[in-house]
Every structure is written in C-alpha cells, then in structure tokens.
Nanobody
Framework: QVQLVESGGGLVQPGDSLKLACVAS????????MGWFRQAPGKGHEPVAA????????DYADSVNGRFIISRDSAKNTVWLEMNNLKYEDTALYYC???????????????WGRGTQVTVCS
C-alpha cells in the first residue's frame, strides 16, 4: 500500500505562487508515474500535471501549461507542483496520484491522497 500526503495549499491572491508537495510512504514509488489532479466546487476531477517514473517526461493540462511545473525526487518519494501566476479558476482541492501509466488519465491511477486546498481570491 502507498499513502500519499499533500501539503502547501493555502489562500492566495491572483498572480501569486504556491508550491505543493506530496510525500509517499509505505513503499517506493520510483517506478510509478506521479501526478496532480484537482476538483473545483461543483466540478469533476481534472488532471493537472503528471511526470513519468524517470522524471524526464511531463504532461500538463492546457489550462496550466506554462504556469505550473511538476517535479519529483524519487529518492525522497516526493512530487512537487509549483504553481505560478495563479488565477481564480485554479481554486480547487489538489490531490496527488500515483499510477503505472503515463500520462495519467482520470480513473487510471492506483493511489491518491486526500488533497490540499488552494483558494485564489482578491
């Protein structure tokens, strides 16, 4: 089993930056792709970003491409999501996922965390 714990969310203003972290425990996730999904109030689960097991390939949703950066440190069992130039529409619960597949599509991940809330307001 893999447990995922996210951190780093908060209340920010438009244009601000945040960096989310997700630490995996229970077993090594170095052979898995890792990623971030989000769910805004009243909306479905949206894939945000993913990184393959080697860390050499990344995938982003069009809505965040150029603003968000995903990275990982397999030795630390950790994945980060650096979010820049945040917008109101980025407000959501962000959760970390682990998957055998890359890119990571909805419903294809093996493990997921409880999430960390990001709220963008002025």
């Amino acid at each position: 089993q893999v447990q995922l714990v996210e951190s780093g969310g908060g209340l920010v203003q438009p244009g601000d930056s945040l960096k989310l972290a997700c630490v995996a425990s229970g077993r090594s996730v170095s052979r898995y792709a890792m990623g971030w999904f989000r769910q805004a109030p009243g909306k479905g689960h949206e894939p945000v970003a993913a990184i393959d097991a080697s860390g050499s390939s990344t995938d982003y949703a069009d809505s965040v491409n150029g603003r968000f950066i995903i990275s990982r440190d397999s030795a630390k069992n950790t994945v980060w999501l650096e979010m820049n130039n945040l917008k109101y529409e980025d407000t959501a619960l962000y959760y970390c996922v682990v998957s055998f597949k890359f890119p990571i599509n909805s419903g294809t991940y093996e493990y997921w965390g409880r999430g960390t809330q990001v709220t963008v307001c002025s």
